[in-house]
């Protein structure tokens, strides 16, 4: 039995295969539309996406839940056929806690943005794993500085990679 055809590609996501881009936070754009998401791992992510968004186009409930993260970036996908994938890388650091801060400040600026999609008013915190005792990759250390940080101004690093790939 073959896999099923994709509907919905990131054609751009070849381009990210070889890439050993591990944690960062980056801006997804379709079109106009983007999302801010902050990965442990580039490509992981964006194959989570595009088989999320392939969810969404296929009509599962759980994808076009309001607490789905990119049900409103999905809905603008699937509205606006043939737009450009783009990815912009904002941070990439090994730090959580700097990813947290820099996901909460580019989070925030996307909610102004009627093209910035993100559903989550901040950072998004994955759920607990009692197993690995974190926040799934997201060590507890890292979550409880943010929890201190989320209402203080954020500094942008003095190098930020340019990276964009179209």
Not at 69 to 87: D, E, I
Request: glycine share 6%; with cysteine.
């Amino acid at each position: 039995m073959s896999r099923p055809k994709l509907k919905y590609k990131i054609d751009i996501l070849g381009d990210w295969r070889g890439a050993e881009i591990d944690s960062c936070v980056y801006k997804l754009s379709y079109g106009r539309a983007y999302v801010i998401v902050k990965a442990k791992i580039l490509f992981g992510s964006l194959k989570a996406i595009q088989k999320s968004l392939n969810q969404y186009a296929s009509g599962a409930a759980g994808q076009h839940s309001k607490k789905s993260l990119y049900w409103k970036f999905f809905g603008y996908v699937t509205s606006h056929p043939n737009s450009k994938w783009k990815v912009q890388l904002l941070l990439v650091s090994d730090n959580p806690y700097k990813l947290l801060k820099a996901e909460q400040h580019y989070v925030k600026k996307a909610k102004k943005d009627k093209y910035g999609k993100n559903v989550r008013g901040g950072a998004y915190i994955c759920k607990w794993n009692a197993e690995l005792g974190a926040f799934n990759w997201l060590p507890v250390n890292s979550v409880m500085n943010y929890n201190k940080y989320i209402d203080k101004p954020y500094i942008e690093p003095a190098k930020k990679p340019k990276v964009v790939y179209e």
